[in-house]
C-alpha cells in the first residue's frame, strides 16, 4: 500500500485504469482520462508543491546544532575475495 500514498502512483494508476477503460467502457475511460490529464497538467505545471510545503516549513524551522565536532560517514561497500586457483 506504500506505493499508492505517493501522488504520482496515484496519477499513474488512474491513467492506468483509464486506459484499460477506455478498451472496455469508452464513455467511463474517456471521462477518467480527461481528469488524470487535468490532474497531471495541474500537478505539474502549477506552483502547488510549493504551496502545499510552505505551511509545513514553516511549522518545523530549522535547527542547527551550535557546536559540531565532527562529521561521521557511513559507507557500505561489497567486497569481492578473488580466489587464486
Given at each position: ?6 501522488p ?16 472496455i467502457?469508452?464513455p ?44 561521521m ?13
Amino acid at each position: 500500500m506504500a506505493f499508492l500514498s505517493v501522488p504520482s502512483n496515484l496519477l499513474l494508476l488512474s491513467a492506468i485504469v483509464s486506459f484499460i477503460l477506455l478498451l472496455i467502457h469508452r464513455p467511463a475511460g474517456v471521462i477518467l482520462a480527461v481528469l488524470s490529464l487535468a490532474a497531471f497538467a495541474i500537478s505539474t505545471l502549477t506552483p502547488l508543491g510549493n504551496v502545499l510545503l510552505t505551511p509545513l516549513e514553516q511549522r518545523f524551522p530549522e535547527q542547527y546544532p551550535t557546536n559540531i565536532q565532527g562529521i561521521m560517514f557511513w559507507v557500505a561497500r561489497t567486497i569481492r575475495l578473488a580466489m587464486d586457483t
